[in-house]
């Protein structure tokens, strides 16, 4: 009779939890650990039959929102390619062949494939600033292809192709941006365009995020209802929830998808992250977001990687690598010698017509705290009267609501101190155009957090009230523009400007500088928050 050895597991009893998997080395443990839970939550997401119906409509929904996003790529190439041709034909006087024509009607076919590679189709909740490196990184992908293709099939024209690549690729950054901005901002009103998707976590949390998405449809993410605890659902009402919003208990969850083709679901990081702690209904819905944690700092930019038997999540470190730091300074080198030559007669008129407004010199400077603390005087064109200061004194005094608003934002909608042309420049911005010259010596970036002023009456809480996003302000140079000028900027409290300094100075790449040049421009085209 033969007996067992010993170290086999005996047949048909459970394995201990102590004795499971202990034969693995110490990290294959931890990752079959993880495995073992997916396994117990994976059979209990399957008792839900229908959630194929789910699936089916998660495909359908990323088809339909992929589709205008698609055309738009392919068509945009096509036009940035006809367009850099019949520039490139007169620069060089070369006439453009049928080659170069079939050449960018595959280029321009070619953009779907690369921009589904680089993830851009069906885009949900992804962010303007991934989507326009990414956009831009498939388009010089597919003129790369134009440039690679056309001198196989005509060698000669090898400086054509070149050049109209090139030409090309300076269109595709206002664009593509810009086209996709139009696409989105239409398919918004559409209903059928989007996902449908279900918010997880505490009341509060939930509610704020169910608002924050309904207020920005064009990332593709359409709420649909929250989900509470059982114990925050029942008290919701008690807790004066928002009336217009779908609470529904997070055990009903799978039904409430199924009635509202929810194939997304938010959860919230107050919500716990052990799969086998979460309501499997919830794990029957196609597509599942764990946000991130407060105690936990995610990015746009950060990545996954596979470490051996596991997987980890790459965050960039504190300090901006040097490389990139000057290519930075270099970056606003050159667009201040470039601005500075394209915008003189503007600058010239604006000048005149300050002379001609009021008494006064044309320009205003004002001590601001730059890099390191160090003190500077930030240049402007003058908007104000000679004795602005007292005015607003006298004003802020015998005005209360003024104060008030003057105290939440450290702005005024109707200033007394702004003259007739101060008006027209602070609206358009020119009024900051002379801080070209503090760019140019270094005391400036041109993308970068708003400029302190060291004063009670303007910044001074932000260096005495909040002395860690001070220093972090420190280690960078201030900007003409910044993530505050063109999300919100006369709007919303002084925190909020705060808020979208240590948001840039967290996130900053240089494609976040490029995005937010771009987006300074619609800003001031469009008068978006202009006081």
């Known amino acids: 009779m033969n007996t067992p050895n010993s170290s086999s597991p005996t047949i048909g009893r459970p394995v201990s939890a102590q004795k499971r998997f202990a034969r693995l080395e110490a990290l294959e443990q931890q990752s079959a650990h993880t ?12 008792k839900f039959g229908n959630h194929a119906k789910l699936s089916l409509a998660s495909l359908v929904q990323s088809v339909v929102t992929s589709l205008p996003l698609v055309a738009t790529d392919t068509v945009v190439m096509w ?19 049928t080659i170069q ?3 960018a009607f595959i280029s321009a076919i070619l953009m779907f494939p690369l921009a589904r590679l680089a993830g851009m189709y069906p885009g949900f909740g992804m962010n ?16 790369l292809i134009f440039v690679a293709v056309g001198m196989t099939m005509l060698l000669k ?11 090309a690729y300076l269109l595709s950054i206002v664009v593509f941006p810009s086209a996709r901005f139009v696409v989105r901002t239409i398919m918004a009103a559409v209903p059928y365009w989007g996902a449908p998707v279900l918010i997880y976590g505490t009341p509060q949390i939930a509610t704020d995020l169910y608002r924050r998405l309904k207020q920005m449809p064009d990332r593709g993410f359409r709420p649909v209802g929250v989900l509470l605890s059982p114990e925050d659902y029942w008290s919701h009402e008690q807790n004066n929830c928002a009336p217009d919003i779908p609470y529904s208990d997070v055990r009903s969850c799978f039904d409430v998808a199924n009635k509202t083709k929810a194939t997304w679901v938010l959860i919230s990081h107050e919500v716990p992250i052990e799969q086998e702690e979460l309501e499997p209904g919830l794990l029957a819905i196609p597509n599942r977001v764990h946000l991130a944690s407060s105690s936990f700092d995610m990015g746009p930019w950060d990545q996954i990687y596979t470490v051996g038997p596991t997987c980890g999540l790459w965050v960039g470190g504190v300090v901006p690598k040097s490389l990139k730091v000057a290519a930075k300074r270099f970056i606003d080198i050159a667009l201040t010698v470039f601005g500075g030559i394209v915008l003189f007669p503007l600058l010239a008129f604006i000048s005149v017509a300050i002379k001609l407004s009021s008494k006064g010199p044309i320009l205003y ?3 601001r705290v730059g890099l390191g603390g160090e003190t500077f005087t930030a240049w402007k064109f003058r908007s104000m009267v000679p004795n602005a200061d007292q005015v607003l004194d006298e004003y802020l005094q015998n005005n209360a609501a ?3 608003e003057w105290e939440q934002t450290h702005k005024l909608k109707n200033d007394p101190r702004v003259t007739w042309i101060g008006k027209f ?20 970036s041109i993308v970068g957090p708003r400029p302190i002023v060291n004063s009670p009456t303007y910044d001074q809480s932000y260096i005495v009230d909040y002395p860690h996003e001070f220093s972090a302000y420190k280690t960078v140079r201030p900007g003409i523009t910044g993530m505050w000028q063109v999300s919100c900027r006369n709007a919303g409290v002084y925190e909020k400007r705060i808020y979208w300094d240590m948001y840039y100075i967290r996130h900053w790449s240089l494609w976040l500088d490029m995005y937010i040049i771009l987006r300074t421009i619609r800003t001031v085209l469009l008068r978006e928050g202009s006081a």
């Open 425 to 444: 420049i602070r609206t358009t911005s020119f009024d900051e155009f002379p801080q070209l010259w503090n760019v140019f010596v270094g005391e400036m």
């Open 79 to 97: 036009f940035v390619l006809l367009t850099a041709t019949g520039i490139a034909e007169r620069l060089l006087g070369l006439p453009t062949t």
């Open 157 to 167: 024209s090898w400086t054509f192709f070149l050049t109209a690549s090139a030409i």
């Open 365 to 367: 400077g004002q001590k």
């Open 402 to 404: 003024a104060r008030e």
């Open 128 to 143: 303007p600033v991934v989507e326009f490196r990414n956009i831009l990184r498939c388009s010089g992908m597919a003129l």
């Open 35 to 46: 495995l073992a839970r997916y396994c117990q939550v994976h059979s209990g997401a399957h």
């Open 101 to 103: 024509s079939q050449t």
